[in-house]
């Protein structure tokens, strides 16, 4: 498609990015027990954008997308130019949801796989680069580094993650002395948080939010292979 293509130029703007990515639509029925909640146009953006253009991360790539969701983070990937994408996530709704957006767009190299993140993924499954927008672990503690003990068990090259900046350190412990990681930070980020679910006293919430890229090491994957054993 014509928007798809200007999407690829090396140049392509955040805000045009942001745009295109309007469309593509929230959870339906956000399951709390699940920490579902919507990756924003404006975060996505800027997560592909920093790996497309500052690291070449995404052009011509094989993608994993973990708990995708309604496939935001997909979409742009795919738009950008990624060989190809795979979304993986537990909720079939999400999916169906996820499934909708991809046909508002044309000539997406996408496909969707329902799967548990936090229960294994399928054995033999690789990506180039992997992007993901985990749980906090609010509500299932450790859902955040089980998140990325599976990325970092499939992935052969850089993984981009969205996390609580309240966990910097311990995310950086994980990421580095028991994986093996290089980890960066590459900004920190404001995610406005809408309300949700029928708790949530307030229309919106800022959290801040770390957007880091890990760099696997040679032996990053059979220390996260050996680590997601020990979790069995």
């Known amino acids: 498609c014509t928007s798809c293509s200007r999407a690829r130029?090396?140049?392509m703007k955040a805000k045009h990015l942001e745009a295109l990515l309007q469309d593509v639509q929230g959870f339906e029925r956000p399951k709390v027990e699940l920490e579902q909640y919507p990756t924003?146009?404006?975060i996505?953006?800027?997560v592909l954008l920093a790996a497309?253009?500052?690291f070449d991360d995404v052009e011509d790539r094989l993608v994993v997308d973990l708990g995708c969701g309604p496939g935001m983070l997909s979409v742009g990937a795919a738009v950008l130019g990624a060989g190809h994408v795979l979304g993986v996530d537990v909720d079939p709704e999400a999916l169906e949801t996820a499934q909708g957006n991809l046909e508002g767009f044309e000539g997406l190299s996408v496909d969707l796989l329902l799967g548990d993140v936090l229960r294994g993924l399928p054995p033999g499954l690789r990506a180039d680069t992997v992007f993901m927008n985990p749980p906090f672990g609010t509500r299932r503690k450790?859902?955040?580094m089980a998140f990325l003990r599976a990325a970092a068990a499939v992935a052969g090259g850089a993984i981009y993650s969205l996390n609580k900046t309240s966990t910097r350190p311990h995310v950086a412990k994980v990421a580095e002395r028991e994986l093996g990681m290089r980890a960066e930070v590459l900004a920190e980020l404001r995610?406005?948080?809408p309300a949700s679910y029928t708790f949530h006293k307030r229309k919106c919430v800022d959290i801040h939010v770390d957007l880091w890229?890990?760099?696997?090491a040679e032996d990053s994957m059979q220390r996260a292979l050996a680590s997601l054993k020990l979790d069995e």
Do not use: K, N
């Not at 890229?213 to 696997?216: A, G, K, L, Q, V």
């Open 40 to 42: 924003q146009a404006h």
């Open 142 to 144: 450790g859902a955040d």
């Open 44 to 46: 996505a953006s800027r």
């Open 213 to 216: 890229r890990f760099e696997p």
């Open 9 to 11: 130029a090396a140049g």
């Open 52 to 54: 497309h253009a500052d």
């Open 191 to 193: 995610y406005d948080l």
